[in-house]
Nanobody, 123 residues
Framework: QVQLVESGGGLVQPGGSLRLSCAAS????????MAWFRQAPGKEREFVSH????????FYADSVKGRFTISRDDAKNTVLLQMDTLQPEDTAVYYC????????????????WGQGTQVTVSS
């Protein structure tokens, strides 16, 4: 009964920025932990970032620390991923995901997923 819809993907040059948005509906957004994952062709889905129910705790994959920032706006039922200093290695389909409970980096424990949005970093 939880629906997630990502937006904001696109084509950007190396060193550029994008802001992804995930809109949630169907359940009380403020009760969910939210996360972003990404998947490139031929690779497994990998963890990118996570934000806790209250928004007070965040986690990032080592590969994006210092470049990406996750945030949430419970009044708008959205979670954002600000991506700066993008590199070709960041090219992937980015997925919004949701679950109850504490931080986990495995996609297997997230029951709710959006459809994904393509991010391409290329000159």
């Amino acid at each position: 009964q939880v629906q997630l819809v990502e937006s904001g993907g696109g084509l950007v040059q190396p060193g550029g920025s994008l802001r992804l948005s995930c809109a949630a509906s169907g359940r009380a957004f403020s009760t969910y932990a939210m996360a972003w994952f990404r998947q490139a062709p031929g690779k497994e889905r990998e963890f990118v970032s996570h934000i806790s129910q209250g928004g007070s705790t965040t986690f990032y994959a080592d590969s994006v620390k210092g470049r990406f920032t996750i945030s949430r706006d419970d009044a708008k039922n959205t979670v954002l991923l600000q991506m700066d200093t993008l590199q070709p290695e960041d090219t992937a389909v980015y997925y919004c995901a949701s679950k109850f409970g504490p931080y986990r980096s495995s996609p297997a424990v997230y029951p709710y997923w959006g459809q994904g949005t393509q991010v391409t970093v290329s000159s």
